[in-house]
């Protein structure tokens, strides 16, 4: 376990973001109604020096380690940098230090491919999904899925607000079907229930679901960066469950979960995100998701931690 003497009144809290806009001023205003400090770092400017006092660098904690960290964002980069940065979550984990998210979730959420395969060992239902590496495969999936009336989505495999995403609805379509890096990852589209295009966001943190919106979209992707509409809704047990279901599958502190009703109307888990935004939703539904986001990393990860040393 990490030990230390405390030096500063105040507890400090590293928040890792390349891009602290308005979730991070959001998370500092709420460390700081309950007496603590929270900084802004990037975990590129982080280095790992083994064999000294120390091992872990991280800019503005030279001295001594942060109380805690709240990972906000990791950052994007070839495989030896993202493989870094969760090498830096890691060892800051095996130091006694809280990561909230810790560096085994994000890997969980952020690899698509792995987050399919846990839900579906879950029992979660989820779309079906192929990923592979060879294109003639890719191509023959595809073929295979539009000839028996299915759309297919191609996703990369690490990426978010539905940044390279597309829909294959045609033979032509084809032409664009590409890979990310060499791996294709593809799912079957799933058509929602009722009028348009939309799903739910639901955010669970420590096992529950806190908070519940309807994106609807001005197409197929129900993204809020892509311009989709957010409206309140209702829990129901059997959503906020899922929810639930999903988060644990993949064994995280917090999340935010997708899910569509599918015409017959099961409900279907399309995504889980480990670093979720939720501006929207909290603009939707008026609850303090920092605030609980604060209280559960203090509460249940650092002052339980604090006591037991």
């Known amino acids: 376990m990490h030990l230390k003497i405390v030096t500063n009144p105040l507890p400090r809290i590293a928040i890792f973001t390349d891009d602290p806009g308005w979730h991070g001023k959001q998370l500092c205003r709420a460390f700081a109604a309950r007496s603590c400090r929270a900084d802004y770092v990037s975990l590129t400017a982080c280095r790992l020096q083994v064999g000294d006092e120390l ?9 001594e380690l942060p109380d805690a960290v709240f990972v906000r964002g990791v950052p994007g980069g070839s495989l030896e940098e993202v493989v870094f940065y969760l090498d830096v979550l890691h060892a800051l984990k095996m130091l006694g230090v809280p990561v909230y998210n810790d560096g085994r979730a994000i890997e969980r959420s952020v690899d698509k491919a792995m987050t399919s395969f846990l839900l579906q060992r879950a029992g979660i239902s989820t779309p079906k999904t192929w990923v592979l590496r060879e294109r003639e495969q890719a191509l023959a999936v595809v073929e295979r899925e539009l000839a028996l009336g299915h759309y297919v989505i191609s996703k990369p ?16 379509d084809l032409l664009w079907l590409t890979g990310s890096h060499g791996i294709y990852y593809l799912q079957r589209f799933i058509e929602c229930d009722g009028d348009g295009y939309s799903d ?7 096992g529950k679901a806190v908070s519940g919106m309807r994106r609807r979209g001005t197409s197929w992707l129900n993204n809020v960066a892509r311009g989709a509409s957010c409206e309140a809704i209702e829990l129901t047990e059997e959503v906020a469950e899922l929810a639930v279901r999903a988060v644990a599958a993949l064994r995280m502190d917090y999340a935010g979960v997708d899910i569509i009703r599918e015409r017959d109307g099961r409900p279907t888990v399309i995504e889980v995100n480990s670093v979720p935004a939720w501006k ?5 539904c008026g609850v303090d998701i920092a605030g609980l986001l604060v209280d559960d990393l203090l509460q249940r990860h650092m002052y339980s931690i604090k006591a037991v040393a």
């Not at 739910?200 to 420590?206: E, H, L, P």
């Not at 929207?280 to 939707?284: C, V, Y």
């Open 157 to 172: 495999l690490f990426g978010s607000q539905g940044e390279g995403i597309r829909r294959l609805e045609k033979s032509t």
């Open 200 to 206: 739910k966001r639901i955010f669970v943190i420590n």
């Open 280 to 284: 929207g939703l909290q603009g939707a």
């Open 55 to 63: 091992p872990v660098v991280i800019p503005g904690f030279e001295q």
